[in-house]
């Protein structure tokens, strides 16, 4: 007969639970597996969540090159690679999340929509298999918490917590906890942010937190400048770079956001907050339209090749031409 | 009197049980992947049983639970109850400026270790982790702390200071610490007597050769000079580590490869040393099975390897004004006989006459590869870095 470990327990055992942490992440697009990474790297098993077979795959596929990637910049080895991927584990059913005590929604939806109906539901399916106090976390930048555990049969599990692409790197998350939010649950997050590394930033019930609030209106104020042309891309983003040492210029950061998340969370500020600061610029919509979406579809602001940033001259007026 | 030797890791713990009477090994083993899928222990008792049990294990202060379950159980157990450990002993790595011996560990020891946990964010935190299970599980228990740093605090300001502004020295305790304290104390002691020679009238070349390694120069017994700094990068090429490097060429290949703090650590931690030059593995025999199958890069990298010890040794007989016994230790040190080989031919100079006959194919044992006329001797003493922290717990409880 196999000798069991627990066999050897002392008596006075405290039988400490610290750190037995397993992790539910509903969604695994782009941003879902920058979380799928920072998670399980910490040490957490992780189970996904997608919609179909082939987004499964895809989603381990995605994960495995995102890793390649940080490893041939440094950042990670190929030992590393390979105790990240064991934890990780992905499928379509929803059952597969009954032993977590934590989930995370990180959905995409196509469109900003009122009421986030889709997320709603997705918080009702998590909470249908899940065990009494799993927390459940929405990683959406835009929306009102207390809305999308409206549904809930027990709300004060419910929580916001947004990561800041690129995940791994950024040094904060912000959680955002509404008026339901349990301190237990508030508790849970705050010791799970700090299991991965990440440093709490507070934020209480509102839409958009510190981070979308902020950026959002400097990429407007950005797309005006070019549009009144004020200066070019690249000369508005070197100011915001060196002149105020932020990592990246307003355009730069547009185009990792990805055009059409960027609508989504201008859309979703503008309905919440009904101020044109955040109702998205013109310029956004017409590239959104045109499929330049930034980083991802190869153009945005700058064109991308060979992962590599390239300067387009006179890309304002160029999109007029079309 | 039986003494437990902990070695905290961030997901492992190393332990054995001395019973210090013949400084025999009752029990050793290791606890591994703490909080992580798959966590286990391997147990070994002197008489050859050995057991690998698999299961959870959160924390620390699980592990040594555990640990302690085995050694006091009716099956593979080595002792019969807890209150036959009479102390317990901790290796921990940086002890700063606080700390130039082992000490008892109490409350106020405590709080000094955590002073300088700063200093050594990987490190010293699982062996503050190890204390307070000890603590915890077995309070009535004396416990001691052996620092890595410890023997190297007898080095003076010239070969401690780094060259740049004092005020970095003051406000954040930037010098050079040295580790492997433990080791190079250990062989060095241990060579004087293999010699039959008083260590306080020695001067001794350490060479600690591991996946980590370091040198250190011992003269009348005390360090005087070793080459890891205020980390364990600095000094000779290691498995993954680079070892000595520009830092003008860090802050370019920083700017040039567009990356953070995070990345440049990985780099010059995980990603250099003889894996990053040979592409081949950290592994010494992998990368010699390889060189001697002609990869040109592997060869390079064995080359540059010993090229760099080369040079400490040079510089540190300098330093001592010369050189009596130079050791090799360390898994490398004491099995790779070409390594050693390579290192020492042309130090005839300096008065050592290595037999390369001698030398070639021993592993791991107390000799002499030295000619018997050598005016330097050249010794291979197994390191034994437990052993030292079970005598240091012991003298230091009764």
């Known amino acids: ?322 | 009197m039986k003494i437990l030797v902990i070695n905290c890791g961030s997901s492992s713990i190393k332990y054995q049980l001395f019973d210090m009477k013949d400084e025999s090994v009752l029990a050793k083993g290791i606890v591994e992947k703490i909080g992580l899928n798959g966590s286990f222990i391997k147990n070994e008792r002197d008489d050859g049983d050995k057991i690998k049990l698999e299961g959870n294990i959160y924390d620390h202060n699980q592990g040594i639970e555990y640990v302690l379950g085995i050694l006091i159980s009716e099956k593979h157990g080595s002792i019969k109850k807890l209150e036959e450990i009479d102390a317990v002993g901790h290796r921990v790595v940086h002890g700063g400026e606080k700390f130039n011996s082992s000490v008892s560990i109490t409350k106020e020891v405590v709080a000094k270790m955590e002073e300088v946990v700063e200093l050594a964010p990987l490190h010293n935190p699982p062996n503050l982790k190890g204390i307070a299970a000890i603590t915890n599980l077995i309070p009535n228990v004396p416990q001691a702390g052996v620092f890595d740093t410890a023997f190297h605090q007898s080095m003076k300001p010239e070969s401690y200071m780094y060259a740049i502004p004092y005020s970095l020295y003051t406000e954040h305790g930037i010098r050079r610490y040295g580790f492997h304290g433990s080791s190079h104390r250990f062989v060095s002691d241990r060579v004087a007597e293999l010699m039959n020679k008083d260590i306080s009238k020695l001067k001794i070349i350490t060479c600690h050769l591991g996946n980590g390694a370091s040198i250190a120069a011992i003269k009348n017994g005390v360090s005087i000079d070793t080459s890891m700094g205020l980390t364990p990068v600095e000094g000779l090429m290691m498995g993954t580590r680079c070892g000595d490097l520009d830092i003008g060429a860090l802050t370019y290949i920083m700017n040039k490869e567009d990356i953070g703090l995070n990345a440049t650590n990985t780099l010059i931690n995980k990603h250099s040393g003889v894996l990053g030059i040979s592409g081949v593995s950290s592994d010494m025999r992998d990368v010699e099975d390889a060189a001697n199958d002609g990869n040109e890069r592997a060869q390079l990298a064995l080359r540059m390897y010993e090229y760099r010890i080369k040079k400490y040794i040079g510089s540190y007989a300098a330093a001592m004004g010369g050189v009596d016994v130079i050791v090799f230790t360390g898994g490398i040190g004491e099995n790779a006989s070409d390594t050693r080989a390579n290192v020492m031919n042309g130090f005839e100079f300096l008065g050592a006459d290595f037999d390369f006959e001698k030398n070639d194919g021993l592993r791991a044992e107390e000799v002499e590869i030295s000619k018997e006329d050598s005016k330097v001797k050249v010794w291979i003493v197994p390191t034994n870095e437990e052993l030292v922290i079970a005598r240091d717990t012991l003298e230091i409880v009764s």
């Open chain 1, 1 to 322: 007969m196999k000798e069991l470990l627990e066999d050897y327990a002392l008596n006075k055992s405290l039988k400490s639970k610290t750190g037995n942490i397993k992790a539910g992440l509903v969604g695994c697009g782009s941003m879902g597996q920058e979380i799928a990474i920072l998670i399980s790297k910490s040490g957490i098993d992780l189970t996904i969540i997608e919609v179909s077979e082939e987004k499964v795959a895809n989603s381990l596929k995605q994960i495995g090159l995102q890793i390649d990637q940080v490893i041939s910049h440094w950042g990670m080895t190929t030992g590393d690679k390979r105790a990240i991927l064991s934890r990780i584990t992905a499928t379509t059913d929803f059952n597969e999340l009954a032993d977590c005590n934590v989930v995370i929604e990180a959905i995409n939806t196509k469109k900003w929509v009122p009421n986030q109906p889709m997320r709603k539901a997705v918080f009702k399916k998590i909470e249908e298999v899940v065990c009494e106090d799993c927390i459940i976390i929405s990683n959406a930048s835009t929306v009102v918490i207390s809305d999308l555990s409206g549904g809930l049969k027990n709300p004060c599990r419910a929580i916001g917590v947004h990561f800041i692409s690129p995940a791994l790197n950024s040094k904060i998350i912000e959680i955002n906890r509404c008026r339901n939010t349990s301190k237990e649950t508030l508790e849970f997050v705050r010791r799970f942010v700090k299991m991965i590394g990440k440093e709490t930033i507070n934020v209480y019930g509102s839409p958009g937190n510190i981070s979308t609030r902020l950026i959002v209106p400097m990429i407007n104020e950005a797309c005006e400048l070019l549009m009144e042309g004020v200066s070019t891309v690249d000369q508005i983003d070197k100011t915001m770079k060196f002149g105020y040492g932020m990592q990246r210029g307003p355009f730069t950061m547009a185009d990792s956001i990805g055009l059409d998340k960027l609508t989504k969370w201008m859309e979703g500020l503008y309905n919440e907050y009904g101020d044109t600061k955040y109702k998205s610029s013109p310029l956004i919509r017409r590239m959104v339209r045109a499929g330049m979406l930034g980083k991802k579809s190869g153009e945005g602001f700058y064109l991308y090749k060979d992962d590599r940033k390239i300067e387009k001259t006179g890309s304002i007026f160029r999109l007029g031409q079309r």
